[in-house]
């Protein structure tokens, strides 16, 4: 074994061990070895080839797996869509983003991958969110939304296809804020009775939205269909706010350098 890499020193290691608690070694008045540190690290260049020297005019090659990353636009001041998906409490990231092996070794191509988003749930949920990847949709889901990993696939996949909000009852932690990293907005309910409120295919409209985010906590959403208003409440500190309303992270290191 080569590995040198531990979360504590051996000697500290064969203490705790042999006394079977966390044990400093120098606590025990009997002589141990001293490991020394080596004067140098053997590092095997064998398989590294250095940089071209001239960088100009080089292409990178790609495997046909590998896809650019996708642009995403901002945030439109008048957002309006329909609800492709409502969802109960507790949904998973796994719900959301499919592991397995027919799913994980696509992560590198957001296009195909996004056709597993929510197939656990509405298997149509694909074709229906194309429909509307330009003008945008909408998730409504309950408590503790997207709990379970940090699966940053389970945000970047949804914004592919066009999902700009997520209205829950509560958010899991993880999960909002790789919804910010990708431009899409958790907003929770002030109500959580609402939930029961807003159906599947219910067409949603925002308006005015980046003026209220930048001067309220609180924005209004309206339901078309049933002619009803919703208040949300977001709780993004002022980067938060500046990556949905810039379409992301990404955008916001590009746009400062």
Not at 74 to 88: F, H
Request: glycine fraction near 6%; charge should be negative; aromatic fraction near 6%.
């Amino acid at each position: 074994m080569e590995d040198q890499v531990y979360l504590c020193s051996p000697e500290t290691a064969t203490a705790s061990a042999l006394s079977g608690m966390i044990t400093d070694p120098r606590t025990l008045d009997i002589p141990y070895p001293r490991f020394a540190h080596p004067a140098s690290l053997k590092i095997n260049t064998a398989l590294l080839i250095p940089p071209d020297t001239n960088e100009k005019g080089i292409e990178l090659e790609k495997g046909p797996n590998i896809k650019p990353m996708p642009v995403f636009g901002d945030l439109p001041d008048r957002l309006e869509g329909p609800v492709l998906l409502k969802v109960n409490d507790n949904v998973s990231t796994d719900e959301i983003m499919p592991a397995g092996a027919a799913v994980l070794p696509l992560r590198s191509n957001i296009p195909e991958i996004s056709r597993f988003v929510f197939s656990r749930i509405d298997e149509s949920y694909y074709e229906r969110a194309m429909a509307y990847r330009d003008n945008g949709s909408f998730v409504v889901g309950g408590s503790n939304y997207g709990q379970g990993s940090s699966r940053e696939h389970a945000a970047l996949a949804p914004r592919y296809l066009g999902l700009r909000a997520v209205i829950a009852k509560s958010f899991a932690r993880i999960h909002a804020q790789n919804l910010v990293n990708y431009g899409i907005l958790p907003l929770v309910l002030d109500d959580p009775e609402d939930w029961s409120d807003i159906h599947h295919e219910d067409v949603l409209r925002f308006d005015r939205l980046r003026s209220v985010l930048a001067s309220s906590r609180h924005l209004d959403v309206h339901n078309l269909n049933r002619d009803r208003t919703y208040r949300l409440v977001h709780h993004l500190s002022r980067r938060q706010l500046q990556m949905v309303v810039s379409g992301g992270l990404i955008n916001v290191i590009r746009n400062n350098h």
